[in-house]
């Protein structure tokens, strides 16, 4: 392994100068999701390449040498890690903005994001996506249906905690839109594909997402598919 | 579990005024130790509290619903997420700078400290650390030897990829030192307490981590003893 991460893959990366902007992306992928929403918000135009990051190839890790996807091509570098692309986004786009202009509002901001990529992803979105999704795509097996029930046991505590900060914000972080809305929607998304949210648990959940789903950015993400793994028939409807 | 994630649970949680900076944490804590070496080199002084966060008491979630340590007490706030805490502490209390002037450098800084907390710690804090230390301070059980090994083995890529970017830069992630290099040299300390670094694989890495060692702010940090676990002899030795 020890080559993979050569000093030659140093990032940011660089890119041959005057490439089109393109995202190296899975389509499940809540990473590549939150990366896509945002360059979305921010009308920034992008190729997109689907990269099968489990089959492993040098490209990828001359891309990334932590071997992960989402990667962006952008400004003739080659940007890794979802959220530190997304603040240099907004850093550098800044319209319209979605981080606040106070550091406590962007503490929230990432706090959230983290709560979302670290601990929801790891409670819920991978253990069921890894069983109902990956296993069959990457062939690596069958669907563990305690693992899967584990999970989506896991999301009702999550969805009562975001109702609960919905009682008292307009969005998830504040009175403001924010990437914490585009990670966690990034999240609920894939899991929507296969159908696993009770969006009967909490109505304010519910108009949260289908506010959010609505939104012009979403649009793109709604249309991917996923070769032999068909989205819930409710997943493209904003009325859900 | 529901319950755990109450709206009165908010984050940014509010404390009571007027009480002192405390942070809750646990020795050898990778997160924690980063939050540790940033507020030090800030000189915020803060008390420290140990937290048992695998016994789950309600404190704990009263304190960070995400259940999790560190969360810094500060400004009348309940503060979680290591990397949230940080770039908030960075922004509040400027000096000295931990994070760059430019976009590309801040979010290099941010990639590098997502490799050390996300990869770095998923493929080698984390399983040695587990198999070692916490099986025993918990009381859940034995260490995996193979475990132990496939850790200690992915380490040497890592440090490999350190090599190559300390031939380019002074610091991780470029010219000055940034919350990334506190981010690695916490994950490195906690390894380093039971002797689990191989500093003769790279001179570059070993002056790396020397130099950062013989800072005021990591006085404190080697100081700590896990109860029943013993230090490394050279861990705390500044020439080592
Ligand atoms: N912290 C990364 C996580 C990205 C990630 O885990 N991507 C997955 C696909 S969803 C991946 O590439 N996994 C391959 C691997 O971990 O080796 C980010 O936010 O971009
Ligand atoms: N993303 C968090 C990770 C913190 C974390 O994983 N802390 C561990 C101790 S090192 C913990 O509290 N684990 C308890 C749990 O995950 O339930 C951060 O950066 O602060």
Redesign the pocket.
């Known amino acids: 392994m020890t080559d993979r991460y050569a000093p030659s893959t140093h990032s940011p990366a660089r890119a041959p100068a005057g490439q089109p902007a393109r995202l190296y992306h ?1 389509p ?5 999701r ?2 896509r929403l945002v360059l979305a918000e921010k009308r920034i135009e992008v190729e997109l390449a689907e ?1 099968r ?2 089959e ?1 190839g040098p490209e ?1 890790f001359r891309r990334n040498p ?5 990667v962006l091509r952008l400004d003739g570098m080659l940007l ?6 997304c603040e240099y986004l907004d850093e550098t786009v800044p319209s319209p903005p979605l981080m606040p202009d106070s550091p406590a509002g962007r503490y929230e901001v990432r706090r959230l994001c983290a709560w979302f ?1 670290d601990k929801f ?1 790891a409670e819920v979105t ?1 253990p069921v ?1 890894n069983e109902r999704v990956w296993k069959k795509v990457q062939k690596t097996g069958y669907p563990d249906s305690r693992v899967v029930k584990a999970g989506l046991s896991a999301i009702k505590a999550h969805v009562d905690y975001m109702h609960g900060l919905l009682e008292e914000r307009r969005w998830l972080a504040g009175p403001t839109i924010s990437i914490a809305d585009f990670a966690a929607a990034a999240h609920f998304s894939c899991l929507d594909y296969i159908s696993d949210v009770d969006w009967d648990r909490s109505d304010l959940v519910r108009q949260w997402y289908a506010t959010i789903k609505s939104r012009p950015a979403f649009r793109n993400v709604l249309a991917d598919q996923m070769p032999g793994i068909h989205p819930a028939p409710h997943y493209a409807l904003l009325d859900f």
Chains 1, 2 share one sequence.
């Open positions: 899975t499940l992928s809540p990473f590549s939150k990366v990269e990051y489990w492993q990828l932590a071997g992960k996807i989402p890794a890690e979802s959220q530190a692309i990529d992803n991978r996506l």
